[in-house]
Nanobody, 126 residues
């Protein structure tokens, strides 16, 4: 059974950094595509970043481009999201997602992913 567990969230001041982790179990992530999404209270789930099977290709939402970096350590079966220059509008629950479906596109549509973690809260104060 595939499980994804996020960690690394917390309360930080604007301008600071956080590094989120998503540990996978039950299946190797080496042949998967993965992504990070976020959801603020009363808002729809929003795409943040996606990474290819090898980790060599990435894709970002315009709102985080240049500030966030997604990476994938296949040996550790773990996905990461380095978040720098955090802003109050980055406050949300951050969730990781994974799919082993055939294809090479970097996925921004949440319906394209098959498994989800429960999320970790990130709160950025001004």
């Amino acid at each position: 059974q595939v499980q994804l567990v996020e960690s690394g969230g917390g309360l930080v001041q604007a301008g600071n950094s956080l590094r989120l982790s998503c540990a996978a179990s039950g299946r190797t992530i080496s042949d998967s595509r993965m992504g990070w999404f976020r959801q603020a209270p009363g808002m729809e789930r929003e795409f943040v970043a996606a990474v290819s099977r090898s980790g060599g290709s990435t894709r970002y939402a315009d709102s985080v481009k240049g500030r966030f970096a997604i990476s994938k350590d296949n040996a550790k079966n773990t996905l990461y999201l380095q978040m720098n220059s955090l802003r109050p509008e980055d406050t949300a629950v951050y969730l990781c997602a994974i799919t082993w479906r055939f294809g090479a596109l970097l996925l921004a549509d949440s319906s394209e992913y098959d498994y989800w973690g429960r999320g970790t809260q990130v709160t950025v104060s001004s």
